[in-house]
């Protein structure tokens, strides 16, 4: 029976460790700088103005941090927040298609949240949806969401997070991307 045990654990310890090296193994191939949003070269602006969302959408876009919401929420805590959005040059031409298209592996969307409409708002979260290689997440047509932190840079959550799932299961006709702020539709 000890044998047994010890044998479990060390099955155990070597699964974790296997799962490690490839959760480092993924991160590394993932960057995000959002100074870099602003290189038209690389980044499409989607919707000229930030575009309002709903205060439910608000709430579950993001990782669960109410702290990096207080001063906002302190001044209307029924405030629903503003996006823009931006699309890699991989993504651009499935964003701006007039008809919905699939997106390429590689394809970036990121959404910058601020708490107000105005010049200058800082924001509060950034989220990010990339196309990844057939069968990551097959049942959201291989994508991978990530939220960083209000510097642009910390990532607080990356995967298959339930939260964002959740959202964008919902829109398999439209390749799970919400393009309700795109001009032309």
Same mark, same amino acid.
């Given at each position: =029976?000890?044998?047994?045990?010890?044998? &479990?654990?060390?099955?155990?310890?070597?699964?974790? !460790?296997?799962?490690?090296?490839?959760?480092?193994?993924?991160?590394?191939?993932?960057?995000?700088?959002?100074?870099?949003?602003?290189?038209?070269?690389?980044?499409?602006?989607?919707? !000229?103005?930030?575009?309002?969302?709903?205060?439910?959408?608000?709430?579950?876009?993001?990782?669960?941090?109410? @702290?990096?919401?207080?001063?906002?929420?302190?001044?209307?805590?029924?405030?629903?927040?503003?996006?823009?959005?931006?699309?890699?040059?991989?993504?651009?031409? !499935?964003? &701006?298609?007039?008809?919905? $298209?699939?997106?390429? $592996?590689?394809?970036?969307?990121?959404?910058?949240?601020?708490?107000?409409? &105005?010049?200058?708002?800082?924001?509060?979260?950034?989220?990010? =949806?990339?196309?990844?290689?057939?069968?990551?997440?097959?049942?959201?047509?291989?994508?991978?969401?990530?939220?960083?932190?209000?510097?642009?840079?910390?990532?607080?959550?990356?995967? @298959?997070?339930?939260?964002?799932?959740?959202?964008?299961?919902?829109?398999?006709?439209?390749?799970?991307? &919400?393009?309700?702020?795109?001009?032309?539709?």
């Amino acid at each position: =029976m000890p044998k047994r045990r010890i044998l &479990f654990f060390l099955a155990a310890v070597v699964a974790v !460790a296997l799962a490690g090296i490839a959760t480092r193994a993924t991160n590394n191939d993932f960057s995000f700088d959002a100074t870099e949003l602003k290189d038209t070269k690389v980044w499409n602006k989607v919707n !000229a103005e930030p575009y309002r969302i709903s205060v439910a959408v608000d709430l579950l876009c993001g990782m669960p941090n109410a @702290k990096a919401y207080e001063p906002y929420r302190k001044e209307n805590p029924h405030a629903a927040s503003f996006i823009t959005v931006y699309v890699n040059n991989t993504g651009r031409d !499935a964003m &701006f298609a007039k008809e919905v $298209q699939t997106f390429p $592996q590689g394809s970036m969307i990121v959404k910058e949240k601020i708490g107000t409409r &105005f010049e200058g708002s800082k924001p509060l979260v950034y989220t990010i =949806m990339r196309k990844r290689e057939p069968g990551f997440n097959p049942d959201l047509g291989d994508w991978e969401f990530a939220v960083v932190g209000p510097n642009g840079k910390d990532i607080q959550g990356r995967g @298959k997070l339930a939260n964002c799932q959740s959202c964008h299961k919902p829109k398999r006709d439209s390749d799970f991307v &919400f393009r309700s702020y795109v001009k032309s539709n």
